[in-house]
Structure formats: C-alpha cells, structure tokens
Nanobody, 122 residues
C-alpha cells in the first residue's frame, strides 16, 4: 500500500528525491515519515510530516540537508535529499500512521512501504 522509489547510486554532494506513493487506500489524514536502515545498524528516524504539513521534524544528521513534503491529493510524500554524504547510504522506508507520534518514534507504525536503496559514494 506504500511504495518508495527514487533511490540510486550517487556521489557525495549530489541530490536525490525519494517518493512514496500510496495505493489501495487514502492516507490523507495520516502522519507520514521516512526511516532508513544502514547495513549492520538499526532502523532510524529521518523525517516526518503531519497531515496538515505544518509539523516536520528531522533527525539531527539530516536537518538542513533533507526536506520532507507531501501531496495530499496524490497521497504521496517526498524526501528531497541534498548534499548527500556516504553516511546517508541506507535503505530508505516510508511509513504512515494515524498517530503522528508513531511516525516519529518508529514504534507500532501501521503501514510500512518497501524500501528503496540509496548509495552515496565518496
């Protein structure tokens, strides 16, 4: 029901835009977020956006470089990633939940999308 796309192999300093599209149901009143998991590490929070779009927390490692946005009409959420670093290499997952707190702390999320690989070479 959630499908992430837009990953790829880029060089340090490059940009990528991830998309997450919903199908089968609407997430228009849900909070949505992005998480990532690097090899050998636990999945971590990246960014989230509430249903109205006015609350957008970011993790410290990406704050100022990544921007989350959404298109309620298309039931989609995006992650613009600028100034990419090798440490941003991970599988990126989108998530949605009717409780915004869950898409920030990552616990008990109702909907997860399949991930998309982002690899940043130095």
């Amino acid at each position: 029901q959630l499908q992430a796309s837009g990953g790829g192999l880029v060089q340090a300093g490059d940009s990528l835009r991830l998309s997450c599209a919903a199908s089968g149901r609407t997430f228009s009143n849900y909070g949505m977020g992005w998480f990532r998991q690097a090899p050998g590490k636990e999945r971590e929070f990246v960014a989230a956006i509430n249903w109205s779009g006015d609350i957008r927390p970011y993790s410290d490692p990406v704050n100022g470089r990544f921007t989350i946005s959404s298109n309620i009409a298309k039931d989609a959420v995006y992650l613009q990633m600028n100034s990419l670093k090798p440490e941003d290499t991970a599988v990126y997952y989108c998530a949605a939940d009717s409780h915004f707190r869950k898409v920030v702390d990552g616990r008990g999320i109702d909907y997860w999308g399949k991930g998309t690989q982002v690899t940043v070479s130095s």
